[in-house]
């Protein structure tokens, strides 16, 4: 019996799913649990497995699209099997998206035939890009071509449009390509992650600028019916609005958006901030990577580890709000943040409390380069109970987090550096760090939040107390 594959909820904060790729094609036998396709989720990029077994029938959405969760993907079933009643229930549902773009492709197909008629050329809001809201992006007031020449399925969007996928963006910017020297091959000339692989094999890849004697964006058969301008040097634009472009937003970065829009707004930030001194730390890193030069730890593995420490002393600060209860834990499980180039995502390193800061350090890179890979599971980046979140490396001095709801704190890590203090009536040197605790005001008071900084400023001022 045929199966429908749905776009399967993949992370727990997953609303949506792009497909990054197809892992079988059509015709291509499957079985239960075998990877049918590449999902980007709002986190990483995970495999969609087969829930049934047989004939990859039917794809219904391509790669490089985004559907809602339940959104019908494909179909599985017999090789001779009639699949055709699911056809239309599949096509009316998740994959309206995919029924969308034909039509616009047709568009820009029509617009070479009228300039070979020797016609005028289309109006320019008969192929103006699609903004995402049903409506076409507004025009440039002068004169602009048509359709621009892709080589492909579909076309470039006027003014210098892009339209990219995100996964194609991501990896763009990671391989340093200039998006504006591609042609996009998927539906309406857009750029999706089979353009970017070619152009970093040096295959297929074509400037998006054309000779002079064929001015972008306009179509080869146009160039025979319409008259050129004469040749004039480019100055760009002094007056009036400025240039711009505009990228759909990644799935991380609209889940970023949705969950800061969550944590500052509904809850009652307080902010508490100290000054530590951070010779003795220092020293003891120093110790520790002439022991052991293979894992150099960082200042910031044992900043974990002396927050983890100082929660299991100050248990109010590692709770989390339940609407109508405040949930205690037991134990430190510690998100870390890591930037990543298209948003954030906070790894977390579980039973923080009980590691060492070696072995925290060894877990933090690890943890690191799979989060941009893409590559954490949920379960590595949910269910934190704090979060640090370190700058320092950026050179910020001090500044204030947003708590990652539903946890109740975050520590705001800035840049150590040497500065002039007072000691015993002397004016020294230290290496000083100031760090920021956000609280949730409704779990922590202001009193709770400043004793846990007060454990933690005693800590990493005489980092012994690990091991007293």
């Known amino acids: 019996m045929a199966t429908q594959v749905v776009m399967p909820k993949l992370s727990p904060t997953m609303e949506e799913g792009q497909l990054s790729r197809w892992l079988k094609n059509e015709g291509d036998k499957v079985g239960v649990g075998e990877p049918l396709a590449e999902i980007d989720t709002d986190k990483a990029t995970m495999e969609a497995q087969a829930?049934?077994?047989g004939v990859l029938r039917k794809i219904l959405v391509p790669a490089g699209e985004t559907?809602?969760?339940g959104a019908i993907i494909a179909i599985i079933g017999e090789p001779d099997e009639d699949i055709s009643g699911l056809l239309p229930e599949a096509t009316s549902g998740g994959a309206q998206a995919e029924k969308k773009e034909p039509v616009e492709e047709k568009k820009v197909e029509e617009q070479p035939a009228k300039g070979d008629d020797g016609g005028a050329p289309s109006a320019p809001?008969?192929?103006?890009?699609?903004?995402?809201?049903?409506?076409?992006a507004p025009q440039p007031q002068q004169p602009q071509p048509a359709a621009s020449d892709t080589g492909g399925n579909g076309?470039?969007?006027q003014g210098g449009r892009l339209i990219v996928s995100p996964i194609a963006a991501r990896m763009a910017a990671e391989a340093g390509i200039n998006l504006h020297d591609l042609t996009g091959s998927g539906p309406g000339g857009r750029i999706v992650k089979r353009d970017i692989e070619a152009a970093m094999s040096g295959a297929s890849a074509q400037p998006a600028a054309q000779p002079q004697e064929q001015p972008q964006g306009q179509p080869a058969a146009q160039l025979r019916a319409v008259p050129q301008p004469a040749q004039q040097p480019a100055q760009a634009p002094t007056d009036g609005a400025a240039p711009y472009r505009e990228e759909g937003m990644t799935a991380m970065r609209s889940t970023i958006a949705r969950r800061l829009v969550t944590s500052l707004g509904p809850i009652p930030h307080i902010f508490l901030t100290t000054e530590v001194e951070m010779d003795r730390t220092v020293e003891m890193r120093r110790q520790l990577n002439e022991l052991d030069p293979e894992n150099k730890v960082s200042i910031n593995d044992f900043v974990i580890k002396v927050a983890a420490a100082a929660l299991m002393q100050h248990p109010l600060v590692n709770a989390s709000f339940q609407e109508k209860t405040v949930r205690y834990y037991e134990r430190a499980d510690v998100g870390v943040a890591v930037a990543l180039d298209n948003g954030l995502i906070t790894p977390v390193v579980r039973s923080a409390n009980t590691k060492s800061v070696g072995q925290i350090s060894r877990e933090v890179k690890e943890l690191a380069e799979r989060a941009r890979?893409?590559?954490?599971t949920p379960e590595e980046y949910t269910g934190a109970t704090f979060s640090v979140s370190n700058l320092g490396m950026f050179g910020i001095d001090e500044f204030t987090?947003?708590?990652?709801?539903p946890e109740a704190a975050i520590l705001a890590v800035g840049a150590m550096a040497p500065s002039a203090v007072v000691r015993d009536g002397q004016v020294v040197v230290r290496q000083m760090m100031r760090v920021t605790l956000s609280c949730d005001h409704r779990v922590v008071d202001?009193?709770?939040?400043a004793k846990f900084l007060q454990t933690l400023k005693k800590i990493l001022e005489n980092p012994l107390y690990l091991i007293a």
């Open 51 to 53: 829930l049934a077994s």
């Open 67 to 69: 559907v809602p969760l």
């Open 125 to 136: 809001q008969d192929v103006a890009p699609d903004t995402g809201k049903g409506q076409p």
């Open 155 to 157: 076309q470039r969007a």
């Open 373 to 376: 890979g893409r590559k954490l």
């Open 401 to 405: 987090a947003l708590i990652n709801p």
């Open 446 to 449: 202001g009193a709770t939040g």
